[in-house]
C-alpha cells in the first residue's frame, strides 16, 4: 500500500502520520491491490480535518472527517473508509454469486422416469426433465415455500449448514427431510 500524507497549516509530526499510516494499514486487507492512499490534514481555527482518499482496482473510497482532535480526525475518516471499503467487498462478493446463479452453478437437474420403462428390460426413459433453482434458506422458510407450491418437494441450500437438503411432503402430510452426510 503506497501511502502519501499531506498537510495544510498544519505540521504533522511522526506520531501523527505514524497513527494514520497504522490505521489505513487494516484497510488494506478488504481492498486488492494495488491501492493508493493519499491523505490531507488540514488545521482550520479549532477544527482539525481528514481527509482520506483510497484507490484501488476496484474503485475509490473517500471519507472527510473533523473534530478538535487530529487523531479522533483521522480515526474517523478510516472507520468511514474501512465501512466503505467492507461494503464494497461484499457487493462484489455477491455479484459473483449472483454470477454463478445465473450460469446454472446452483441449480439441480431433476427427471421423471415413466413407469412402464423401469420394468421393461430397456433402460428408463427420461418423460420430463427441468431444472430447479437452489436458494438459500432456513428449514422454516422451506417448510413455508413448500405449503404454498404445488411441488411434493422444494430443493434448498441449507443456511444454518450451507448443505444442499431436500424437503418433501409425505403422504400423511407431515414433511421429510433428506440432507448429505459427508
Known sequence: MNIEISTR??????RVREYATDKLSKVSKFVNEPVEARV??????HRKIADVHVAHRHGVLQATEQTDNMLDAINLAVDKIEKQARRSREKHKDKRRRADRRNGANSWPVSVVDRSSVGGTEGPKVVKS???????????EAALELEGSKNEFIVFRDSASEQVSVLYRREDNNYGLIAPEF
Open 40 to 45: 490531507t490534514l488540514e488545521a482550520e481555527k
Open 130 to 140: 427441468s431444472e430447479l433453482p437452489i436458494k438459500p434458506m432456513s428449514l422454516e
Open 9 to 14: 497549516n498544519f505540521k504533522a509530526n511522526d
